[in-house]
């Protein structure tokens, strides 16, 4: 005969293996929130973001931008990292910044800009420019937030022991 304690953890069990996304889903954005306030990605070692390259003394001073933490000004990219879908089997977080993935993978974004026709001061003269077409080009590091990674692994793997255990007991 099956006690009423026994069958009780066995429902419990199986509650807990119908909430695991969700709760491994909670773990995974937790880890990715955390990756903006520790400034690095940790899989099987820890990579520190790469800082930003200084302003130029050229750019004008109304043009600079002034900086929060890295990669946090408004805090949009943190707080749009949540879950996107799960399964029975798996959990995928992601976010809907368009933005985000350049800043997860880095790379080169190329582009052509419109300089409006101006006068600037040129040695007590005044210059006349045209408007023109300028190409840019703007590297942006790999500051990884987002993705597989041992050490997230792990904290699922004790997120299920410990409930497990408390269930058990």
């Keep these: 005969m099956v006690s009423r304690d026994f069958t009780a953890k066995l429902h419990r069990l199986k509650n807990l293996y119908r909430k695991f996304p969700e709760g491994a889903g909670i773990e995974a954005e937790n880890f990715s929130n955390e990756r903006f306030v520790r400034k690095n990605w940790v899989d099987k070692t820890v990579t520190p973001w790469k800082k930003p390259e200084p302003v130029p003394d050229w750019v004008p ?4 931008k002034k900086r929060g933490s890295l990669m946090v000004d408004s805090a949009q990219l943190k707080n749009s990292v949540r879950v996107i879908a799960t399964t029975r089997n798996s959990v995928t977080i992601g976010t809907d910044k368009k933005y985000a993935q350049i800043h997860n993978e880095g790379g ?3 582009q052509n800009i419109t300089i409006k026709a101006h006068s600037r001061k040129r040695k007590g003269r005044t210059e006349n420019v045209k408007e023109h ?3 840019r080009e703007f590297k942006i590091p790999q500051r990884k937030f987002i993705g597989e990674s041992a050490v997230l692994m792990r904290r699922i793997e004790r997120f299920v022991q410990r409930e497990i255990t408390a269930i058990l007991k």
Aim: charged letters at 60%.
């Design 108 to 110: 080169v974004i190329k």
């Design 61 to 64: 001073k109304k043009w600079r």
């Design 133 to 135: 077409q300028r190409k």
